[in-house]
């Protein structure tokens, strides 16, 4: 079957670096998906990976790994306006989005 | 960017009433608009993937009698919850694909949808 794990909740400290892990299992595979979903709010598109490696953007940073179905999103400089659930979502061979149930960023002053 | 328009943002009806949830896209056209359901503390649940002129494909375990999907623009999709019930009480997000984003999706603002 198809699915995505990542942690339920985390916390961090205000300008601290946090990662955030997700794993993967999907019949085929077209790319990771990273959404920063604030309570009440709809996701919004943080990044994409479809290539092995690191994609650097300001202070978000998202790590692909194919042959280990493994992601991460890294947060540098946290902010308070970062505390969000971020949602982990692949897509299969069907060009479906298989989406995980998120991670509570939890960000402390 | 890519941007969907989702009304109404809050609705409260009454249980066995209908209720319209409409999403517009402002500045392409969408041929496809995929809606989602998502309960508290819970992952994004794909309900269904409406296609502009024909009929709208419903994952399992979605009543298609129940959630109505009509899209009969190229530019709107709309969502009807019928006969509603206090378990239908969710937020409903729609989504379609952003053509700025490889393979990406850009999303409504969502609408809470609460049955009393």
């Known amino acids: 079957g198809q699915n995505i794990d990542q942690p339920t909740e985390m916390t961090a400290t205000e300008g601290a670096i946090v990662q955030i892990n997700c794993t993967y299992q999907?019949?085929?595979?077209?790319?990771l998906f990273w959404y920063q979903q604030h309570a009440g709010e709809a996701p919004t598109f943080l990044s994409y990976?479809?290539l092995d490696g690191l994609e650097e953007k300001g202070r978000f940073s998202s790590f692909l790994s194919r042959s280990k179905g493994y992601s991460y999103l890294l947060l540098k400089e946290l902010q308070m306006k970062d505390s969000a659930s971020y949602l982990c979502?692949?897509?299969?061979?069907?060009?479906?989005?298989?989406w995980g149930a998120g991670t509570k960023l939890i960000i402390k002053p | 960017g890519a941007v969907v328009s989702q009304h109404p943002s809050r609705v409260i009806c009454k249980s066995g009433t209908s209720v319209k949830i409409e999403c517009r896209s402002l500045?392409?056209?969408?041929?496809?608009m995929f809606w989602y359901r998502q309960f508290p503390k819970q992952s994004l649940m794909l309900m269904a993937t409406s296609n502009e002129g024909s009929k709208a494909t419903y994952e399992q375990g979605v009543e298609k009698d129940k959630f109505l999907i009509n899209h009969a623009s190229l530019t709107l999709s709309t969502l009807t919850v019928t006969s509603a019930h206090p378990e239908d009480s969710s937020f409903y997000i729609c989504s379609a694909p952003d053509r700025e984003v490889s393979y990406g999706y850009t999303f409504g603002s969502g609408t809470r949808l609460t049955v009393v």
């Open positions: 500045d392409f056209q969408a041929t496809t």
């Open positions: 979502a692949a897509m299969d061979s069907n060009y479906q989005l298989i």
């Open positions: 999907t019949s085929g595979f077209n790319g």
């Open positions: 990976n479809v």
